[in-house]
């Protein structure tokens, strides 16, 4: 590697380093291995990450969730009828599914909807090598890699070249999928569909922004992040991502992207955009979810040219079908209230079970609290091996 994170762009112009004449290194540079802020910034970040729910522990934020789960549960007599809610998906989608078998169905039957992507099975590392060359010669660099079974952005990495994409599968060994980059913004659409809809219905929409600093020919990167409002909140991420160039000058009126991956806790800021939701954006997502039989609830992670092309369903590509425990995301929007936030979610959670309910009623498979545990469990095991 060259020292650059993994998910993050090169700068689009040099940079200039002011050095202290007695060290050889900006006064306020540290470690780039294990790059620390100041204890007074870190408390201040961490009161006004208080004071922002979207930035609370996931487990404290789901504490409301999973009793009307549990309620949902009693409601229907089937405490996990939810993972029935997408036939398709593996328990529903609720831990531990393999991306490539909903996204496969769409690369058959809707090609023009879905980045192109290819499995590489971990099971032949010489044969997956030769594979995924091939597959950069044929669609281009950047290749986006990810594993084949994760959640919420881990061990995604954006490969710029047949270097960076050999070193990713030969540092991980599971199965890995590639998969073409989609340039444009990124959305992603919540849907749902029971059996017998006509159309897809959209829950959630958000547009995945990514915090980018301006430079002034002054202030070095570190500093810059400090300064960003946005980018402030997020810093001891942002300083470990960019540990080894946290004292560069980026030259004035240049523009660094700070975050590549469209997930909240890597850093991506989430925009309600729910006002897109037009009847032809509605048609493109009832296209998509007739070509993928079985899937009936979930976020569609997609990029396209723009807003604009979003409401008039042209320009699509899906990256990403996420399955039950995928969230409305519109609720990330800065200064949603929190009881907001609890509503959509509530809302979501009451479908996922009616919509489980009327799939199991056709024979769809119920996973259940031990199965789902097993899943669980497997996944945090896997979880050592992502970053």
Same mark, same amino acid.
């Given at each position: 590697?060259?020292?650059?994170?993994?998910?993050?762009?090169?700068?689009?112009?040099?940079?200039?380093?002011?050095?202290?004449?007695?060290?050889?290194?900006?006064?306020?540079?540290?470690?780039?291995?294990?790059?620390?802020?100041?204890?007074?910034?870190?408390?201040?970040?961490?009161?006004?990450?208080?004071?922002?729910?979207?930035?609370?522990?996931?487990?404290?934020?789901?504490?409301?969730?999973?009793?009307?789960?549990?309620?949902?549960?009693?409601?229907?007599?089937?405490?996990?009828?939810?993972?029935?809610?997408?036939?398709?998906?593996?328990?529903?989608?609720?831990?531990?599914?393999?991306?490539?078998?909903?996204?496969?169905?769409?690369?058959?039957?809707?090609?023009?909807?879905?980045?192109?992507?290819?499995?590489?099975?971990?099971?032949?590392?010489?044969?997956?090598?030769?594979?995924?060359?091939?597959?950069?010669?044929?669609?281009?660099?950047?290749?986006?890699?990810?594993?084949?079974?994760?959640?919420?952005?881990?061990?995604?990495?954006?490969?710029?070249?047949?270097?960076?994409?050999?070193?990713?599968?030969?540092?991980?060994?599971?199965?890995?999928?590639?998969?073409?980059?989609?340039?444009?913004?990124?959305?992603?659409?919540?849907?749902?569909?029971?059996?017998?809809?006509?159309?897809?219905?959209?829950?959630?929409?958000?547009?995945?922004?990514?915090?980018?600093?301006?430079?002034?020919?002054?202030?070095?990167?570190?500093?810059?992040?400090?300064?960003?409002?946005?980018?402030?909140?997020?810093?001891?991420?942002?300083?470990?991502?960019?540990?080894?160039?946290?004292?560069?000058?980026?030259?004035?009126?240049?523009?660094?992207?700070?975050?590549?991956? $469209? *997930?909240?806790?890597? +850093?991506?800021?989430? %925009?309600? !955009? &729910?006002? =897109? /939701?037009?009847?032809?954006?509605?048609?493109?997502?009832?296209?998509?979810?007739?070509?993928?039989?079985?899937?009936?609830?979930?976020?569609?992670?997609?990029?396209?040219?723009?807003?604009?092309?979003?409401?008039?369903?042209?320009?699509?590509?899906?990256?990403?079908?996420?399955?039950?425990?995928?969230?409305?995301?519109?609720?990330?929007?800065?200064?949603?209230?929190?009881?907001?936030?609890?509503?959509?979610?509530?809302?979501?959670?009451?479908?996922?079970?009616?919509?489980?309910?009327?799939?199991?009623?056709? $024979? *769809?498979?119920?996973? +259940?609290?031990?199965? %789902?545990? !097993? &899943?669980? =469990? /497997?996944?945090?095991?896997?979880?050592?091996?992502?970053?």
């Amino acid at each position: 590697m060259d020292g650059r994170p993994l998910d993050t762009p090169p700068f689009d112009a040099p940079l200039e380093t002011p050095r202290d004449a007695a060290s050889g290194r900006t006064p306020w540079a540290t470690d780039p291995d294990r790059p620390r802020l100041p204890l007074r910034t870190r408390v201040s970040i961490a009161l006004a990450r208080a004071s922002r729910w979207e930035f609370w522990p996931a487990w404290l934020f789901y504490i409301p969730i999973v009793v009307w789960i549990l309620l949902l549960g009693l409601r229907h007599r089937r405490p996990t009828l939810f993972t029935a809610a997408n036939p398709a998906i593996d328990a529903g989608g609720v831990v531990g599914e393999r991306k490539h078998e909903v996204l496969a169905p769409l690369q058959r039957h809707a090609p023009d909807l879905v980045a192109p992507l290819a499995l590489l099975p971990a099971d032949a590392p010489e044969a997956r090598d030769a594979q995924a060359v091939d597959f950069a010669r044929r669609h281009g660099f950047p290749v986006v890699l990810k594993p084949d079974v994760g959640q919420r952005g881990r061990g995604v990495f954006i490969a710029h070249d047949e270097q960076a994409l050999s070193q990713y599968l030969h540092r991980f060994g599971g199965d890995v999928i590639a998969q073409r980059y989609v340039a444009g913004e990124e959305f992603g659409i919540f849907v749902a569909r029971a059996p017998g809809d006509a159309e897809a219905r959209i829950l959630s929409i958000v547009h995945k922004t990514f915090p980018t600093v301006r430079g002034d020919g002054r202030r070095p990167l570190g500093e810059l992040i400090l300064a960003n409002p946005r980018a402030r909140l997020i810093a001891p991420l942002l300083w470990q991502r960019w540990s080894d160039r946290l004292d560069h000058i980026p030259a004035d009126g240049t523009t660094v992207q700070l975050v590549e991956i $469209g *997930a909240h806790c890597r +850093g991506a800021l989430f %925009l309600d !955009a &729910r006002h =897109l /939701a037009t009847p032809a954006l509605i048609a493109a997502m009832t296209r998509l979810t007739d070509a993928v039989p079985g899937y009936c609830f979930g976020r569609v992670d997609l990029r396209c040219p723009g807003s604009a092309e979003l409401a008039r369903g042209e320009g699509i590509r899906a990256i990403e079908l996420n399955g039950v425990t995928a969230e409305s995301a519109h609720i990330y929007h800065p200064d949603t209230p929190l009881l907001s936030g609890y509503a959509a979610m509530f809302r979501q959670w009451r479908l996922a079970f009616e919509i489980g309910r009327a799939n199991a009623a056709l $024979g *769809a498979v119920t996973v +259940g609290p031990f199965g %789902l545990l !097993a &899943r669980f =469990l /497997a996944d945090r095991r896997r979880s050592t091996d992502w970053f």
